[in-house]
């Protein structure tokens, strides 16, 4: 089942963002300042799928995080085009509904589940 945070860092003047994890999913939404949803993101098995209310969207591998030219350290991880299928797989739809069923508004749900009818076939 997804958890919702509820101390989520807000950036000033970027709208309002809400996110949950669990599952093996983590759910990020995005909101401007008249909490109108403008996109979302779906990380599962170190990919990301993300998709704007403008249309826009992709599905990425989520890079490791480890710098592995400088043996410095660490580093944040970052999306990377490459490594990850054009389409997110369409078991990913029934994942989320699962997951979501008892945390998510479901006008947020249906929004969502939509978009992956879509994107995954």
Same mark, same amino acid.
């Given at each position: 089942?997804?958890?919702?945070?509820?101390?989520?860092? %807000?950036?000033?003047?970027?709208?309002?963002? =809400?996110?949950?994890?669990?599952?093996?999913?983590?759910?990020?939404?995005?909101?401007?300042?008249?909490? +109108?949803?403008?996109?979302?993101?779906?990380?599962?098995?170190? =990919?990301?799928?993300?998709?704007?209310?403008?249309?826009?969207?992709?599905?990425?591998? &989520?890079?490791?995080?480890?710098?592995?030219?400088?043996?410095?350290?660490?580093?944040?991880?970052?999306?990377?085009?490459?490594?990850?299928?054009?389409?997110?797989?369409?078991?990913?739809?029934? %994942?989320?509904?699962?997951?979501?069923?008892?945390? &998510?508004?479901?006008?947020? +749900?249906?929004? &969502?589940?939509? &978009?992956? %009818?879509?994107i995954a076939r």
């Amino acid at each position: 089942m997804l958890r919702e945070f509820k101390y989520v860092k %807000q950036e000033p003047g970027a709208g309002k963002r =809400r996110w949950w994890g669990g599952d093996g999913l983590e759910f990020t939404a995005w909101y401007d300042a008249e909490e +109108r949803l403008t996109g979302f993101q779906l990380c599962y098995l170190e =990919r990301a799928l993300t998709w704007k209310t403008s249309g826009y969207w992709s599905h990425v591998t &989520v890079g490791s995080g480890i710098n592995e030219t400088q043996s410095r350290g660490y580093s944040s991880p970052i999306l990377q085009a490459n490594g990850a299928p054009t389409r997110p797989p369409f078991s990913l739809l029934s %994942q989320f509904e699962k997951a979501s069923e008892a945390s &998510v508004a479901e006008q947020l +749900r249906s929004v &969502v589940t939509g &978009v992956l %009818q879509i994107i995954a076939r």
